[in-house]
């Protein structure tokens, strides 16, 4: 309420709350019903058709214009998909080895290539003095440092 306003203004906007008042009132005395659930099924036939047709033609224009780009849908035969020469239980499939590396001839030559890498000394960085030693010589020079260090601990 503002007391600024006139006072015809005023009569009008309490006029105006009390005819609020007085629907709100009458309109708790009318029954509520809730509609029957009720999903209309020839509309989502329909659109699930539409969904469906709309992706058909999606995959033919995919197709059409990978066919027009390439010459062709893929690209190059998959070994094993129609070639009967390809043993059954091989472990390469389209060129990838699938072999675990620790077991294939690769993996084994991998690991003993770093395993000699790591248990030779060369110089990392001769000018900045940077030289690798394996690990267990490493581990005994630091051993023979502490030895020598007063208060270092055991």
Known sequence: MNPHEAPEE??????????????????????????DDFVPSRRIVVTATIAVVVSLLGVVVAGSLLRAT????????VPGAHDSTVV?????????????????????????????????????????????IPIERAMD??????????GAPR
Request: glycine fraction near 6%.
């Open 10 to 35: 005023r009569l009008a906007a309490e006029a105006q709350r009390a005819q609020r008042r007085n629907f709100l009132s009458e309109t708790e005395s009318v029954p509520v019903r809730q509609e």
């Open 70 to 77: 390439t010459g062709a849908i893929q690209d190059r035969p």
């Open 88 to 132: 059954s239980g091989s472990r390469a499939i389209a060129g990838i080895e699938q072999t675990p590396i620790l077991v294939a001839r690769d993996g084994l030559d991998l690991r003993d290539d770093e395993r000699d890498e790591l248990s030779r000394t060369h110089w990392v960085d001769r000018d900045a003095g940077v030289a690798a």
């Open 141 to 150: 020079i630091f051993e023979r440092t502490l030895d020598r260090t007063p």
